[in-house]
T-cell receptor, first 112, second 114 residues
């Protein structure tokens, strides 16, 4: 069975600094990867997805992620964060039963 | 329009009550999902409807009863819930269940069982 590991439960970072949220997945033949964001008291919103093609994926709100097959990683990055980026970030992989397998989530804390 | 709507936003119910959660999408999506999310945890899949037929039931207790009246609507009927069922209930939809399309989530219904 596939699995997703988000190595950091919380990541504090100063405003306007760069950030990387880490995600590793268990290997599979076909990999479809997603990053979702959940702002406080809201539902989940898709940030970006990797289905095939270019390994560098750009998403909304200035986020991007790189699919690295050899390291089985899909880390999320942003060059300069804002207070409004404070949220929970979930990495997910689609498994062979068409369902999403979720990581435990990483809380991004922006310090002024 | 990429919106999934859910009503009500908040619901407080006693253990003997019967209530329903409602979800609606007008994107023409043929797959709809119910998730349960506890605080500080990822969503847990409960049910999946594909082309208005129940495709997945993740061993959910019978006190939760899903219904898909048409391709745009999804209901979750609640009866005799327990306090541990208190959670955020999220509805989602996607273009097709079997293809790797992204899921669009609603804002959720925050349920408290007293």
């Amino acid at each position: 069975a596939q699995s997703v590991t988000q190595l950091d439960s919380q990541v504090p970072v100063f405003e306007e600094a760069p950030v990387e949220l880490r995600c590793n997945y268990s290997s599979s033949v076909s990999v479809y990867l997603f990053w979702y964001v959940q702002y406080p008291n809201q539902g989940l919103q898709l940030l970006l997805k990797y289905l095939s093609g270019s390994t560098l994926v750009k998403g909304i709100n200035g986020f991007e992620a790189e699919f690295n097959k050899s390291q089985t990683s899909f880390h999320l990055r942003k060059p300069s964060v804002h207070i409004s980026d404070t949220a929970e970030y979930f990495c997910a992989v689609r498994d062979s039963n068409y369902q999403l397998i979720w990581g435990a989530g990483t809380k991004l804390i922006i310090k002024p | 329009d990429t919106e999934v709507t859910q009503t009500p936003k908040h619901l407080v119910m006693g253990m003997t009550n019967k209530k329903s959660l409602k979800c609606e999408q007008h994107m023409g999506h043929r797959a709809m999902y119910w998730y349960k999310q506890k605080a500080k945890k990822p969503p847990e899949l409960m049910f999946v409807y594909s082309y208005e037929k129940l495709s997945i039931n993740e061993s959910v207790p019978s006190r939760f009863s899903p219904e898909c009246p048409n391709s745009s609507l999804l209901n979750l009927h609640l009866h005799a819930l327990q306090p541990e069922d208190s959670a955020l209930y999220l509805c989602a939809s996607s273009q097709d269940f079997q293809r790797p399309y992204e899921q669009y989530f609603g804002p959720g219904t925050r349920l408290t069982v007293t």
